[in-house]
């Protein structure tokens, strides 16, 4: 009996040890935050402020906040944030200097070479200024392709800011292309070096981030109209911000206004790489007939998307299309809405001689162009006061924000209607 209570009390407190420790590995990676160290000293001359902001390596310092400095106080006042994904952390001085850094992180994606280790990257700002946009420092791999440790140092807080983004590299990375370096004390001391950036004051403050009292700027996941003014850019727009996946979730029809086609399962035989597609019949390019149209999505290695195989139809009372559903009167979307027409058999999914495929939309100026990528786009046909459309959503972390309609037509070709953003974290 002794020896039974004794294991039982070893079974209770192992497994709980043992269940500390899984918890203890699985901790959080904290090479995939930022760690913002701010200094300042008032002493009766001069004040003293500077900004380090690295990779973090370990998790001391506080969570993410904003600190303001005082003055009156002589001996250092250091602040460390650690700033992790969806986080900013900023430091104001006495002087009105401020900077502040913002963590960001893309979703994990089933294509690409080590796309299930998203992306982190970050944004900096100085004086209201974003210097740094987006720039990697974490994910896709990066610690293992001997990638340079990046960090900032912001210094000359009170008489000019000055800027340096600084490239370490450890020496055991160096290694296996050159045998100079051996000593433990070498390899313990990364080679840096650091670069000065232009003069803040040359860039112009980020209204976006730091907008006016008199400025109104949409709030994060705020659904915007940037081109469009026909009706069904708001039935879109109202849609959209019930559910901005909506197009390529097909929501409840007694809900929204805009009609989507019925499928069912394909009547004839296709090409292997679109095996498994639906069919539906319906006036898909608004010239009155009845037009054939296969659908299917693909989630893998290259493609997280869906394509449209459209056969052109000549009458209005029955379906009259070629028995084979690859013809010359044929079109693929979104692979072929480009400037550009590429053959079916050159398009994603049959090929990938053409990775870059797809179609551009123009948002508020002619500048500011969103690239639809066909294979990480889906493409989803409704209908809208009787006149047919295509909404466009897309995967890709470029335009993932983005929405497009369009209105198909006779020849081929496609009429732009409307474009669509979701508002996101500004970076």
């Given at each position: 009996?002794?020896?039974?209570?004794?294991?039982?009390?070893?079974?209770?407190?192992?497994?709980?040890?043992?269940?500390?420790?899984?918890?203890?590995?699985?901790?959080?990676?904290?090479?995939?935050?930022?760690?913002?160290?701010?200094?300042?000293?008032?002493?009766?001359?001069?004040?003293?402020?500077?900004?380090?902001?690295?990779?973090?390596?370990?998790?001391?310092?506080?969570?993410?906040?904003?600190?303001?400095?005082?003055?009156?106080?002589?001996?250092?006042?250091?602040?460390?944030?650690?700033?992790?994904?969806?986080?900013?952390?900023?430091?104001?001085?006495?002087?009105?200097?401020?900077?502040?850094?913002?963590?960001?992180?893309?979703?994990?994606?089933?294509?690409?070479?080590?796309?299930?280790?998203?992306?982190?990257?970050?944004?900096?700002?100085?004086?209201?200024?974003?210097?740094?946009?987006?720039?990697?420092?974490?994910?896709?791999?990066?610690?293992?392709?001997?990638?340079?440790?990046?960090?900032?140092?912001?210094?000359?807080?009170?008489?000019?800011?000055?800027?340096?983004?600084?490239?370490?590299?450890?020496?055991?990375?160096?290694?296996?292309?050159?045998?100079?370096?051996?000593?433990?004390?070498?390899?313990?001391?990364?080679?840096?070096?650091?670069?000065?950036?232009?003069?803040?004051?040359k860039y112009p403050i980020d209204l976006l981030e730091y907008p006016s009292q008199r400025t109104k700027i949409p709030k994060v996941g705020d659904i915007e109209l940037l081109d469009g003014t026909e009706p069904v850019c708001q039935a879109v727009l109202d849609e959209l911000k019930r559910d901005f996946n909506t197009f390529s979730n097909y929501p409840d029809q007694s809900k929204i206004k805009l009609r989507r086609p019925e499928w069912t399962d394909t009547t004839v035989e296709l090409p292997k790489e679109l095996v498994g597609s639906s069919e539906s019949i319906f006036d898909f390019n608004n010239d009155g007939n009845l037009d054939r149209v296969f659908g299917r999505s693909y989630e893998n290695t290259y493609m997280d998307g869906s394509v449209l195989l459209v056969q052109p139809?000549?009458?209005?009372?029955?379906?009259?299309?070629?028995?084979?559903?690859?013809?010359?009167?044929?079109?693929?979307?979104?692979?072929?809405?480009?400037?550009?027409?590429?053959?079916?058999?050159?398009?994603?999914?049959?090929?990938?001689?053409?990775?870059?495929?797809?179609?551009?939309?123009?948002?508020?100026?002619?500048?500011?162009?969103?690239?639809?990528?066909?294979?990480?786009?889906?493409?989803?046909?409704?209908?809208?006061?009787?006149?047919?459309?295509?909404?466009?959503?897309?995967?890709?972390?470029?335009?993932?924000?983005?929405?497009?309609?369009?209105?198909?037509?006779?020849?081929?070709?496609?009429?732009?209607?409307?474009?669509?953003?979701?508002?996101?974290?500004?970076?």
């Open positions: 009996m002794r020896y039974s209570l004794a294991l039982l009390i070893f079974i209770l407190f192992g497994f709980a040890g043992f269940a500390y420790a899984d918890d203890s590995d699985e901790s959080e990676d904290t090479t995939r935050s930022l760690t913002m160290t701010c200094d300042y000293s008032d002493y009766n001359t001069f004040q003293y402020g500077s900004v380090n902001i690295s990779q973090t390596g370990d998790s001391h310092g506080k969570p993410a906040a904003v600190k303001k400095f005082k003055r009156g106080k002589s001996r250092p006042e250091p602040e460390a944030f650690v700033v992790r994904p969806g986080q900013f952390a900023e430091c104001i001085y006495p002087s009105g200097t401020r900077v502040r850094a913002k963590v960001g992180e893309e979703s994990a994606r089933p294509y690409g070479e080590c796309g299930g280790d998203p992306e982190v990257f970050m944004s900096l700002w100085v004086n209201k200024r974003k210097i740094v946009s987006r720039m990697w420092f974490a994910g896709h791999c990066r610690e293992y392709r001997g990638s340079p440790a990046i960090s900032f140092n912001i210094s000359g807080i009170y008489n000019g800011v000055s800027v340096q983004k600084c490239h370490s590299v450890m020496h055991e990375a160096t290694t296996l292309m050159s045998e100079k370096v051996n000593t433990k004390k070498d390899k313990a001391n990364p080679l840096s070096v650091c670069v000065d950036f232009p003069d803040v004051s139809g000549s009458s209005s009372s029955k379906l009259n299309v070629s028995a084979a559903p690859i013809n010359k009167t044929s079109s693929l979307l979104p692979c072929q809405m480009g400037k550009v027409r590429h053959s079916i058999y050159k398009c994603p999914p049959f090929s990938q001689e053409n990775d870059e495929a797809g179609f551009a939309m123009h948002g508020q100026t002619n500048k500011d162009t969103i690239y639809f990528r066909a294979r990480y786009s889906n493409v989803s046909p409704f209908s809208f006061m009787g006149v047919n459309f295509i909404g466009v959503s897309t995967k890709d972390e470029a335009t993932k924000d983005f929405v497009a309609v369009l209105k198909p037509l006779p020849d081929g070709t496609f009429q732009k209607k409307c474009l669509l953003r979701r508002v996101s974290e500004n970076f």
